[in-house]
């Protein structure tokens, strides 16, 4: 593969924490200018790999090249093209937002005139203008967010890292945020979104990486994910009651479909013929449990992410609910 | 030139947000104030014993406004990880350091040069060397600061970096010859004072303020320059295995 037009190439990138393998020998590129997405639940990693490609971190093994600069023995030989936004709103809280702006710019060796200026235009993209001069602490956590992203793009690196920016802000917020993300994708920044939102990487990314426990479980356009699934049927069940023979039962009633079982008491039926509701249904009330519903569903990168990892979608977003609310 | 836009920058954050903020400029005049007001009664002895007592009180002045200042700066900038920032910056991990010491390094300075002035308004005091003087406190300034450094990377909470400058800070006091000559320490002593960078910083200061001092001054800017750059090394050795994990 031709990699020259690559500003990141990670080779077999491991991080160990003690016993927990955070991350475990990944591979990927992100082409110049496209917008890669890293989806995965809680702790699988994406903060990690992060940090290691960006010099917070260091690797146990493996390479970076980021813009074609081996980062991998000298972490900050690259840092000059690249933007980081972290997960966590880490400005300083005694300074106004103008100044922590103006004061991110300089780290950049940005002079003082240019950098007022971009910090003021910042400030009005992000709706920020009134709050500029009250201090970072009092800030809300949707303007902190803000605060932090627009002081992560302000020295205009080639290269963004976006640790899950739309994570604790309101839904217009994150709409706004979304577009800018794309804005500064068509500017043709290079960008690597890290996020468990599967819509979010749905809608903005070019490519998404799945990954899970510290591995790449698949790495493709939104495209391709979806094009496995094409011509397929799917249904989902929800029930009331158990069996504990139920997938025996249904496996041999319904040869030709497959299922795989959810948390809550749920399945998903996959076929390659058109579904029929009531069948189903109606084995299952042989086996004395209750259809609170049956739909079917046309396949989502959601569905794709399921049937990969074999995790139900809706855990990212409930795990991370909780941990918003524990915050 | 742009890495010391960044470089100006962080001081001038630091100036701005810690060191200048007035309970830190209070607690630079208050405190030789409080210490020369107790020695002065204590000794009995009146105006006539300040020259004595001066060099002591500016090391005390620079160690009291420097090792805590910035151990706990740093330590409260890591823990809300704002530090972060710094170390995505395109700068050395050299400059980096320097640019946070620089900070506490003047405000070393300037609290030692309170003691000095208001000496001079009460008594006589002659100054061999106003350079040397100045040099001696500038290292003296360093160490402790690179002190501070060290103690900000061996400890991970606000709280810590406190007690843990305290520590170092309350011993040196008596060890390194502030008040009490290191010739009256017990000789079992002696050694570890002579281990600690304070007590060549002050036997400097006792020379060029009155004479008084028992080692041979360039031997001690040689020795208090080496504890300078053993302890940033040091430092920079450590901050890069702890705080890039
Ligand atoms: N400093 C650390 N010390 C010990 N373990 C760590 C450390 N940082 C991360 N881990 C572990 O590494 C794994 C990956 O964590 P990481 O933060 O990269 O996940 P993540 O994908 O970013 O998750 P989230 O969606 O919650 O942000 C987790 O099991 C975590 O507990
Ligand atoms: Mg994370």
């Not at chain 1, 205009?156 to 794309?182: C, N, Q």
């Amino acid at each position: 593969m031709d990699k020259s037009n690559m500003d990141i190439i990670v080779q077999n990138l491991s991080k160990n924490f003690q016993a927990v393998k955070a991350v475990n020998d990944i591979s990927f590129d992100v082409r110049s200018g496209e917008l890669f997405g890293f989806l995965g639940p809680n702790g699988a990693g994406k903060t990690t790999t992060i940090k290691m490609m960006t010099g917070l971190a260091r690797p146990d093994s493996g390479t970076i090249i980021t813009a074609g600069i081996d980062c991998s023995r000298n972490p900050k030989a690259a840092q000059h093209l690249i933007g980081v936004v972290p997960d966590e709103s880490n400005l300083y809280p005694e300074l106004t937002g103008h100044q922590n702006l103006c004061f991110c710019a300089s780290l950049y060796g940005i002079g003082k005139a240019e950098r007022e200026h971009e910090a003021r235009k910042l400030l009005e993209a992000f709706n920020l203008k009134e709050a500029a001069n009250r201090k970072f602490g009092g800030y809300s956590k949707g303007m902190k967010r803000k605060l932090t992203i627009a002081a992560g793009i302000i020295h205009k690196p080639r290269v963004l890292f976006l640790d899950e920016p739309t994570t604790g802000i309101d839904v217009a917020s994150a709409r706004a945020l979304r577009v800018l993300i794309e804005d500064l994708h068509k500017q043709g920044t290079t960008i690597l979104l890290a996020t468990h939102y599967i819509e979010e990487a749905q809608r903005l990314c070019d490519r998404i990486a799945f990954i899970v426990s510290g591995k790449i479980v698949a790495e493709d356009t939104v495209h391709n994910l979806l094009k496995h699934d094409e011509g397929k049927h799917f249904l989902h069940v929800s029930h009331k009651g158990k069996n504990a023979d139920i997938a025996e039962r249904l496996y041999a009633r319904f040869a030709t479909m497959s299922f795989s079982f959810l948390k809550d008491n749920t399945f998903r039926v996959e076929s390659s013929e058109p579904i029929i509701i009531t069948p189903i249904v109606m084995c299952l009330e042989e086996m004395g449990i209750d259809v609170s519903e049956a739909k079917r569903i046309t396949p989502s990168l959601e569905d794709v992410f399921v049937r990969i990892t074999g995790l139900e979608a809706d855990t990212m977003q409930k795990d991370k609910d909780k941990q918003g609310r524990a915050k | 030139m742009k890495k010391w836009i960044a470089f100006w920058n962080i001081l001038l954050k630091d100036m701005r947000t810690y060191y200048l903020k007035p309970p830190n400029i209070n607690w630079g005049i208050i405190f030789p104030l409080a210490w020369t007001g107790m020695f002065l009664i204590r000794s009995g002895s009146g105006l006539d014993s300040i020259p004595a007592l001066l060099p002591g009180l500016m090391a005390i002045s620079i160690l009291f406004g420097t090792t805590s200042m910035l151990a706990v700066t740093v330590t409260f900038e890591k823990k809300n990880s704002s530090f972060d920032r710094l170390l995505l910056a395109p700068i050395s991990f050299d400059l980096l350091m320097l640019a946070k010491t620089s900070g506490a390094i003047l405000f070393g300075i300037v609290n030692a040069l309170i003691p000095i002035l208001m000496a001079s308004f009460i008594a006589d005091i002659y100054v061999s060397s106003w350079p040397l003087l100045i040099l001696a406190v500038f290292l003296i300034a360093v160490v402790s600061t690179f002190l501070g450094l060290l103690i900000a990377v061996a400890v991970s909470e606000v709280f810590e970096a406190q007690t843990f400058s305290n520590f170092f800070r309350f011993p040196m006091i008596f060890l390194c010859g502030l008040f009490l000559p290191v010739s009256k320490l017990p000789i079992f002593i002696r050694p570890l004072s002579y281990a600690l960078p304070l007590t060549y910083g002050v036997d400097i200061m006792q020379g060029l303020v009155r004479g008084g001092n028992f080692m041979s001054i360039p031997i001690s800017f040689a020795v208090l320059t080496a504890f300078c750059i053993l302890i940033f090394g040091l430092s920079k050795h450590f901050i890069r295995k702890r705080w890039i994990t």
